[in-house]
């Protein structure tokens, strides 16, 4: 997909907040590993992707806490933003009690650096989505998978 706006970035991460918030039953937490350069978009992505699960708080990268959880309104599940920007090693995120959020079916996560941790999602059924700059310094190329 093409994303010409901030708006339009986080309107399609919206439309994918609403089917994984209507899923059927699922095993395990739904995972969304967010990967690309600095400043593509991953954190208006999540803004948008919160804003489609009716979480209207200010979402802000949590680069230096690492995590935030926030509750989904209207149901006992949560949304989990994790900002790997600042790790080093992949095990710092077990500390964080990671494998139980990402275990938990009523929980939604956003991963931002998802590539820093990839030896702990490689068997998981995850949402992967790529940001690319363009020429163009509003426009990015989105990619899921």
């Known amino acids: 997909m093409i994303s010409r706006s901030k708006l339009q970035t986080q309107q399609i991460a919206k439309k994918l907040a609403r089917k994984l918030l209507n899923a059927p039953h699922r095993?395990?937490?739904?995972?969304?590993?967010?990967?690309?350069?600095?400043?593509?978009?991953?954190?208006t992505f999540t803004q948008g992707f919160a804003r489609g699960l009716e979480i209207h708080?200010?979402?802000?990268?949590?680069?230096?806490?690492?995590i935030r959880r926030y509750g989904i309104p209207k149901t006992d599940w949560n949304f989990y933003h994790l900002d790997l920007y600042q790790i080093k090693k992949a095990k710092e995120i077990l500390d964080l009690g990671f494998k139980e959020i990402i275990r938990?079916?009523?929980?939604?996560?956003?991963?931002?650096?998802?590539?820093?941790?990839k030896s702990f999602l490689m068997k998981k059924k995850i949402i992967h989505v790529d940001f690319k700059h363009t020429k163009n310094e509003n426009k990015r190329v989105i990619r899921l998978h």
């Open 104 to 117: 938990n079916p009523k929980n939604i996560v956003i991963i931002e650096w998802a590539e820093k941790i």
């Open 27 to 43: 095993t395990q937490a739904s995972v969304i590993a967010l990967q690309g350069d600095l400043g593509a978009g991953k954190t």
């Open 57 to 66: 708080r200010h979402i802000t990268s949590p680069t230096f806490l690492i």
